[in-house]
């Protein structure tokens, strides 16, 4: 992910910011919010707005009280109130449009325990941080090394670390409880900070660790996704998937979340297409639905005797069968409405240049290399033998 102008340089690297998604545009990551309110001042007589939101690591956001009355605007390094000494991150929105924002997140604006701003970060603050920032990986491969010598069946995905250096957090999964006091204990010891173990699901997990799809594209959890909706494979049957677990999982194992995307559009149009229980009755027999099309409008009945010969019949034929029905009239047959179905296919390719077959280099040469073998055979004995 990018902003406007981050276009990758020849190294890899973000051509305009450099900072791999920690601009100070806020346009590099997935919980970015456009401040539509930016270019205008609030009214005469009017304080601005005294909460500020701020991000943590792209993956989370909190909001904060300016008390101390601070000129902050987006991408601002600040320090915040934490349980326990003092946290960093990047002011991401002000103004009007934070009680917008707190709004919907439901956090009352009114509320006096809300966590306050310190301070502008230093430059020794800034530089703390990023060391801190900088051990993650090593100290999350460490954690894992302890848990997996204490047979503790958990994955340790990510480890955020407070930006004081003091405290660090533990995101996991697991799919049982897990006692992890001994872990606790030994990280305590090995890293000499204060360790918080936080359990979160398995699509929490791909979206903090990101990756490609099986569509080539970045996960949507990663990218844009911010609620996770469930999915069941309902959702499939609507959509007339095959019911493959291994192409309608994601990464994280779940059904995949795009399986809602069109659920929407497939609602409504089912709501005019008769049930896949329908039976219609005919002189010939009953018949069943096989297949629907929604796109084409197509169901695909056969005959309780003969399934294997499908006949399609378009929405309104099906309707006209069973209003009859209702009426306790049975149709002939389902081939009479067939055959007003079928369309001439029309030639898409035609042989302009004379070619028999694409095949036609598979052949066997067989015959050929016999008689031209007979042939250097006859020669040899032809010739004299002083030549």
């Known amino acids: 992910m990018g902003c406007s102008s981050c276009s990758t340089d020849k190294d890899g690297q973000p051509r305009g910011c450099k900072n791999n998604g920690t601009c100070g545009t806020d346009g590099c990551n997935k919980l970015t919010v456009f401040d539509w309110l930016s270019n205008m001042s609030p009214p005469n007589g009017e304080m601005q707005f005294d909460c500020v939101e701020v991000r943590f690591k792209n993956s989370r956001k ?26 960093i991150g990047m002011v991401t929105l002000v103004g009007e449009l934070v009680k917008v924002q707190m709004k919907r997140k439901k956090v009352d604006f009114k509320d006096d325990a809300l966590p306050k701003v310190y301070r502008k970060a230093s430059q020794s603050d800034i530089d703390k941080w990023q060391k801190c920032r900088n051990r993650e ?27 004081d250096g003091s405290k660090a957090t533990f995101y996991y999964t697991a799919e ?4 992890f006091r001994q872990l606790i204990k030994d990280m305590a010891k090995a890293f000499g900070i204060r360790i918080e173990m936080r359990q979160i699901g398995y699509r929490q997990e791909a979206q903090r660790l990101g990756g490609i799809g099986s569509c080539g594209r970045e996960l949507c959890c990663s990218t844009w996704l911010t609620d996770f909706r469930s999915v069941s494979t309902s959702a499939a049957r609507y959509q007339q998937l095959s019911l493959n677990p291994q192409k309608l999982a994601g990464q994280c194992g779940k059904l995949k979340c795009c399986l809602n995307y069109e659920l929407d559009m497939y609602l409504d149009a089912l709501k005019d297409f008769p049930s896949s229980d329908t039976r219609l009755h005919t002189e010939k027999g009953m018949a069943f639905c096989q297949k629907t099309d929604i796109f084409k409008a197509t169901l695909w009945f056969s005959y309780k005797e003969d399934p294997a010969n499908w006949h399609a019949l378009s929405k309104e034929q099906v309707k006209e069968i069973l209003e009859k029905n209702k009426k306790k009239e049975k149709v002939a047959s389902l081939e009479e409405y067939a055959i007003e179905n079928t369309v001439e296919e029309k030639v ?24 031209k073998n007979k042939k250097r055979r006859n020669n040899r004995k032809r010739r004299p033998k002083n030549a």
Do not use: W, Y
Request: aromatic content about 6%; proline content about 1%; hydrophobic content about 35%.
């Open 176 to 179: 049982e409880r897990v006692d």
């Open 348 to 371: 898409v390719f035609e042989n302009v240049v004379g070619q028999d077959s694409l095949t036609r280099f598979d052949r066997p040469k067989g015959r050929n290399n016999r008689n």
């Open 137 to 163: 990986e090593e100290i999350k491969k460490r954690a894992r090394e302890i848990a997996i010598i204490l047979k503790l069946k958990m994955k340790i995905s990510d480890v955020e670390f407070q930006g």
């Open 62 to 87: 909190e909001f904060f009280r300016n008390s101390e009355n601070l000129s902050l605007s987006i991408g601002d390094i600040v320090a915040t109130q934490a349980q326990s000494g003092h946290d």
